[in-house]
């Protein structure tokens, strides 16, 4: 008994030590609201790298506007920025889509923005840029549900020259957890 009871104890804290000192291979899942993939989410306010070798870039959540009513509708223009980390510079394009609390969505790729999604000009290193987008809301019960919490999924795609046509195939997708109240 005492053997099987030392064994659990020795078991129990190899595996917090492991889950303590392990490198993290990216943020933590968090529960996102109904009809959203479980995965990695990041909260609101974090920053992640998105690309590779002498191409990457910090991207993260800026702000959030709330446009004027018209015909019933309404934008919510998102702000992702960009600060290239890399030695190279970089133009990308990049789709928002907002999932409400009951698993609404709004925007994605080909939609938001009226299609044309955000799109950075030359990011030169070290510099940062945010670009815009927009989702169109079509009534105020969705800027409701919006405004208790959201979950926000951006698909980057890389631009490498200004005549590039930009696949619907995203190159990055990264995933935040929009705090309630942020968007309202």
Not at 133 to 147: A, G, H, M, P, R
Not at 157 to 179: A, G, L, Q
Request: one cysteine or more; charged letters at 15%; aromatic letters at 6%.
């Amino acid at each position: 008994m005492m053997k099987t009871t030392a064994l659990l104890v020795i078991t129990v804290c190899i595996l917090l030590i492991a889950g303590c000192t392990a490198p993290a291979s990216g943020p933590a899942t968090t529960t996102t609201p109904a009809g959203t993939p479980a995965g990695n989410v990041l909260p609101m306010n974090a920053h992640t790298t998105i690309g590779s070798g002498n191409k990457t870039v910090e991207v993260y959540v800026h702000s959030f506007e709330l446009g004027e009513e018209r015909n019933g509708t309404r934008d919510i223009t998102v702000y992702v920025a960009a600060r290239n980390t890399g030695t190279e510079p970089v133009m990308m394009v990049w789709f928002t889509r907002l999932t409400d609390n009951t698993g609404t969505s709004h925007g994605g790729i080909g939609i938001s923005h009226d299609g044309n999604g955000a799109r950075s000009g030359w990011i030169l290193p070290n510099t940062t840029e945010a670009a815009r987008d927009y989702v169109t809301i079509t009534s105020n019960q969705d800027l409701l549900q919006l405004s208790k919490g959201a979950v926000l999924d951006v698909y980057f795609m890389d631009k490498p020259t200004e005549d590039t046509v930009v696949s619907n195939i995203p190159d990055y997708h990264v995933t935040w957890m929009i705090d309630p109240g942020a968007i309202f």
